[in-house]
């Protein structure tokens, strides 16, 4: 079984502007959730995808937002890059999300803002 | 609020020897799952072990066991026979029915084996 997919591995982007992140899941788990990870703030919550709908937001601006395709594929976007972006962004999948369940993350993308 | 709280940044161990990894949650919620992740340098996590809020037993799973101290809300990782693999980032996480069952980490605690 194919674990989980995020693409691209790396990303190198200017202040202003935008960026997509890709994440494909285990087949068969129908949640998706993203993190951020820096070396500063650890690894912090962006929001959780269930059969293509939001279930819960961390603490973020606007800037970052994500969909879920009815395949369960995952994108994130931010747009408007800052410096402070920069950070490796995982995505981590499980069956339902339910409190029981182990995430299985990616490999993860590291984007850098210069 | 941290609700996750790993207190030691870093730790050594000898090789061969037990290390216990701290960590401290804050819920009042009944239902809930505690995590042990590991991210060696290359970056990515696994999975170590898992204990649920209404388990009776300590968790284990090979090397790996957690002790689980409900009322103190406590769940440390123990790693018995430390191998120089076993050097890399641990992390603590937590799942909550009132959190919409949301993962959430703490700061995580860089183990370091020496030969």
């Known amino acids: 079984k194919a674990g989980v997919t995020q693409t691209p591995r790396y990303l190198i982007k200017t202040r202003g502007q935008q960026v997509t992140l890709s994440c494909s899941p285990i087949s068969g788990h129908r949640s998706v959730s993203w993190y951020q990870q820096t070396p500063g703030q650890g690894l912090q919550f962006l929001f959780e995808?269930?059969?293509?709908?939001?279930?819960n937001k961390g603490n973020f601006p606007g800037r970052f937002s994500g969909r879920q395709f009815s395949n369960s594929r995952s994108e994130m976007n931010v747009s408007t890059l800052e410096l402070g972006d920069s950070a490796l962004y995982l995505c981590?999948?499980?069956?339902?999300?339910?409190?029981?369940?182990?995430?299985?993350f990616g490999s993860g993308t590291q984007l850098s803002v210069l | 609020a941290q609700k996750i709280t790993q207190t030691q940044p870093g730790m050594f161990v000898q090789e061969k020897e037990a290390v216990t990894l701290d960590c401290t949650y804050d819920t009042s919620d009944p239902s809930y799952g505690l995590f042990w992740y590991k991210q060696p340098s290359s970056g990515e996590m696994i999975f170590l072990i898992y204990?649920?809020?209404?388990?009776?037993q300590n968790a284990t799973e090979g090397r790996y066991s957690l002790n689980f101290q409900k009322a103190r809300k406590s769940a440390n990782l123990v790693i018995s026979a430390s191998q120089l693999g076993d050097s890399a980032m641990y992390f603590c996480a937590m799942r909550e029915v009132y959190n919409n069952n949301d993962m959430r980490f703490g700061a995580g605690t860089r183990l370091t084996v020496k030969p």
């Open positions: 204990q649920g809020s209404y388990d009776q």
């Open positions: 981590a999948s499980s069956l339902q999300g339910q409190r029981n369940e182990k995430l299985f």
């Open positions: 995808y269930f059969s293509e709908t939001q279930r």
